[in-house]
C-alpha cells in the first residue's frame, strides 16, 4: 500500500475541524430549516474531506446534505468544494425506472388501447414483396424440374387407409398425404361449421375488443394462417400481449396489438461529438476594446452629433 493510499483515508486535521464552514455552505444552498445534525464525515483524499448533515425536508427521509471541503498543500485556509444533496443507506428512493416495454404483460392489453411495435421488432419481418421472384424467362431450377417430372401422377390400388405409410411421390397417395385426407375420419361440414361459429363468438368481429380495433387481423404480421378451408376465414394470433395469444382467431377479428397500428420509428442516434484536441484555441480574459461588433466612437465624433 503506498504513502498516499493510507494518508487519504485519514482526515485532514483542519478540514475535518471545519464544520462550521460546512453547515453555513449547506444552509445556504438549502431551504431554510432543513439542515439537520451533524452526521459524521469521510475523508475524500489528501486534504480533502466531505461533511454530512441531516435533511430534514419531507420526502427525503435518510437523505443528507454532503459538503465536501478542502485546502491546499502547505495552507492553512479551509476552502469549499461543493455541496450536494445526497441519498444516505437508508434513504427513500423512487424505484428504478422500467420502459412500458418491459412492464406490459399479456392480457394488460384492453378494448380501444394501442399497442405500438418498433421499425425494428425482432418478431417482424418484411413480407413478399416480388424482389426473389425469378424472372420469366429465366432458366427451371433443379426443384422445379424434379416435380415436372412427376407430374403424371401414379393411381395406386386401395383406399388412403391401406397405403404404405411413405407414399411414392407423385402418387395419389402422396397428394392425399400433404392434404391431410390419410386418416380414418375427417371433419364433416356440420363439424367445420361448428368450430367456426364457436371461434367466430370468441375471437370475431362482433368482440368488443375488435369494434375498438384499428384494423383487422387480415393485414397483421402476427398472424399465422392455417391450412384447410378454415384457414380461409382464421388463423392463429402469435401475439404474446395480444388477448387471443395462441388462439384461433376470425381474420375480421382485430385488437389494439395490430403490427401496423402504431409503429414507433427507430429513435435518431447522435453522432459522437468530435473535439479538436491539437489545436488551442486563445480566450482573453479582457477583450479588446475595438472586438465588437460596433466601432468604438471618439468624442469629436460625439461632439457633432451633439452628445455629451
Not at 422445379?144 to 403424371?152: F, H, K, N, P
Not at 385426407?181 to 368488443?208: C, I, M, N, Q
Not at 394462417?225 to 375480421?252: K, M, T, W, Y
Not at 420509428?265 to 459522437?272: C, V
Request: aromatic share 6%; net charge negative.
Amino acid at each position: 500500500m503506498s504513502a498516499a493510499t493510507t494518508r487519504s483515508r485519514t482526515p485532514d486535521r483542519l478540514c475535518a475541524e471545519a464544520v462550521d464552514l460546512a453547515r453555513a455552505a449547506a444552509e445556504e444552498a438549502a431551504a431554510p430549516g432543513v439542515v439537520g445534525e451533524h452526521s459524521g464525515l469521510v475523508s475524500e483524499g489528501d486534504r480533502v474531506v466531505t461533511h454530512f448533515f441531516e435533511c430534514k425536508e419531507l420526502g427525503y427521509r435518510g437523505w443528507r446534505w454532503a459538503v465536501t471541503v478542502a485546502r491546499a498543500s502547505r495552507a492553512k485556509v479551509v476552502t469549499l468544494d461543493e455541496v450536494v444533496l445526497l441519498p444516505g443507506p437508508d434513504a427513500l428512493l423512487a424505484p428504478e425506472w422500467v420502459p412500458w416495454s418491459e412492464r406490459l404483460r399479456p392480457g394488460d392489453l384492453g378494448p380501444g388501447d394501442l399497442l405500438p411495435t418498433d421499425q425494428d421488432d425482432l418478431r417482424l419481418e418484411p413480407g413478399y414483396t416480388g424482389e426473389d421472384q425469378p424472372p420469366a424467362d429465366s432458366a427451371v431450377s433443379e426443384e422445379m424440374a424434379e416435380l415436372a417430372e412427376a407430374e403424371d401422377a401414379d393411381v395406386s390400388p386401395g383406399t388412403p387407409a391401406v397405403q404404405p405409410t411413405v407414399p411414392t411421390r407423385g402418387s395419389i397417395a402422396s397428394v392425399a398425404e400433404e392434404l391431410g385426407l390419410r386418416r380414418a375420419r375427417v371433419l364433416s361440414r356440420y363439424g367445420l361449421h361448428s368450430a367456426a361459429d364457436r371461434w367466430e363468438e370468441a375471437f370475431g368481429p362482433k368482440t368488443p375488443m375488435a369494434q375498438a380495433a384499428p384494423a383487422t387481423c387480415l393485414t397483421c404480421g402476427f398472424l399465422v394462417p392455417i391450412g384447410g378451408s378454415l384457414g380461409q376465414a382464421f388463423g392463429v394470433c402469435a401475439n404474446e400481449f395480444a388477448p387471443a395469444d395462441g388462439r384461433v382467431v376470425s381474420l375480421a377479428y382485430g385488437c389494439g396489438g395490430h403490427s401496423e397500428a402504431a409503429v414507433m420509428p427507430k429513435p435518431p442516434q447522435p453522432a459522437p461529438p468530435v473535439i479538436d484536441e491539437t489545436r488551442v484555441e486563445p480566450f482573453p480574459l479582457h477583450p479588446a476594446r475595438d472586438s465588437g461588433s460596433v466601432p468604438e466612437t471618439t468624442d469629436e465624433e460625439t461632439a457633432e452629433l451633439g452628445h455629451s
